[in-house]
């Protein structure tokens, strides 16, 4: 099986979360035998090289982050470029984010599903999974041990060819945690992760501090 793997995250590989996930994701592909080309939307200059792979395979992977209940508007941008298959070829998408709950990713989800028919394509299923802000912020064995689980993703869609078996469907964690937890998580981002992002912030080279309002 040869896969066309489309990172479809408006960042450059070096800052995509996404990237590391693919990163993972491949090595188990590998394992089974399959192959794939790689090919990242950030790199304008590439579209027309993955527009003519994308007419060329039949077994198509986009991944991509998703942003606030939105797919990344690259993504839409490239796809209003092409014209519908209709010949059989098959679509898999990988849509992560940084909230833990699958629930946050579901209209997304449902969104790619209705996106597959309309571009003329066999729908293959998403493999969903949150909780990925951190991926590019860690390094060494704490990023690995964030990405590892994506390789056994790898291995599972070369063996079923789609994400509907039971182990990807499980993948995805909990649609909503428990009352308890979700009032532990709402008093951590309340007092506790402030400071976490305030960290982040000065390592991208922030100025200001993450309540600044300058126009109220």
Known sequence: MHVLIINASPRVKQ??????ILGAFTKGLSEEGAT????????RRSWD???????????????MPLFVECVPGILMEFLETLKSKNDGTKVSFILQGGFYEASQLRCGETYLEMLAKNLGLEYAGTLVKGGNFGIRLAEGEARDKQVEPFKEMGVEFAREGSFFSPKCK?????????LPVRIMVGMAFKFAMPSYFTKASKAFGAKKPLNYRPYK
């Open 15 to 20: 800052y995509s979360n996404t990237d590391k």
């Open 170 to 178: 499980a993948f995805a964690g909990p649609e909503l945690f428990p």
């Open 36 to 43: 794939f080309s790689q090919y990242e939307l950030s790199d």
């Open 49 to 63: 090289e993955i527009r003519n792979a994308y007419y060329e395979n039949d077994n198509i992977l986009i991944a």
